[in-house]
């Protein structure tokens, strides 16, 4: 398409609505970031984002969960100087998105999360996925979601240094995956329902922060390290096959190996700790922290029987259970 056919395509006054669901991590944390595998599934919990073309070269954000209001920054100038940490992610899609393409005009975005963004749900990778999605539809590329997951996942990394990048595949293509660093490996995992009680700790984990903090840790001991991390992608491999099977009994006792593993890294925390050890105690298959660690949530894998008693316990640990369906569908036009 030429400069000019470009300028000529219509701005619209409608603002395209699309939306994209929340993550949570199954197995394979922190192993993830360095070229392991891990299984990631979604959750009923969306992310939304209202786009509208505009005629001068402006990002205008406005992104009221995160604390951003009336945000405007020329296009020429984005992924440049400072940067308020609720409008980041979608300033890179955008910057990379408009990098690629090179089209005239600009873009007004607003954005809204039906899920708090403390509860560590990758709230900011999907709002940077539906950014890239509402762009594809205004501008008309028509991109892939390969290609969506591709120009998201440049922008995840070029803010954070380290990424694996699974929160942005959940966020795309949805459902439940085995995922490879960066998306070597991006594989659906057919299971309908994923027995889990998810318990918030109360408080918020700094991914950034924590996955330099493993690095830091590494760096005195990289060939443990990096044995811990092999054992990682191991377990993670057979928990593939037990979530095919449905073999919970297989796949709890996998989360709880797990879940010693993050404790070496240095991920655990007392809060997460005393949650996981009631959840267990009141019988669950198996219990972990999920993400980054320390704050944010933990999961544990129950039967149906368990489930109440497994809640009661979470709750009377100090955790605050979230009521989910997993497995959702990926990023998606609400209205064109
Ligand atoms: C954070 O939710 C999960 C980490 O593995 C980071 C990443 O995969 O990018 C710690």
Redesign the pocket.
Known sequence: MSFLERRNNQVKDRPCVVSAPGKL?LL??????YNRA?LVTTVDQRMQVAAKRIEQQFLKLEAKDTGIYAYKKKITRLGKGRIPKGAVFVEFAVYNFFKNYEFYGGIEISTKATFSCRY?F?SSSAAAVCAIAALSELFKVNLSLREIFNLCYKG?VEI?G??????VAAATFGGTLYFV?GGQTIEPIRVEKIPLVVGYTGFK?D?AT??KL?AKKALKFPVVFDNIYNQIEKLVQIAREALLKRDWVTLGQLIDLNQGYLEALG?GSEKLARMIYAARTAGAYGAKL????VG?CMIALVSDQKRKVVIKAITEAGGKVIDLKFGVEGVRIERK
């Open positions: 991590m394979g944390e922190h192993a993830v970031v891990c560590g990758g995840v954070q380290k990424a694996s990048g699974f929160d660093t984990a991914t924590l996955v493993v991920v999920s993400g980054a660690g944010d």
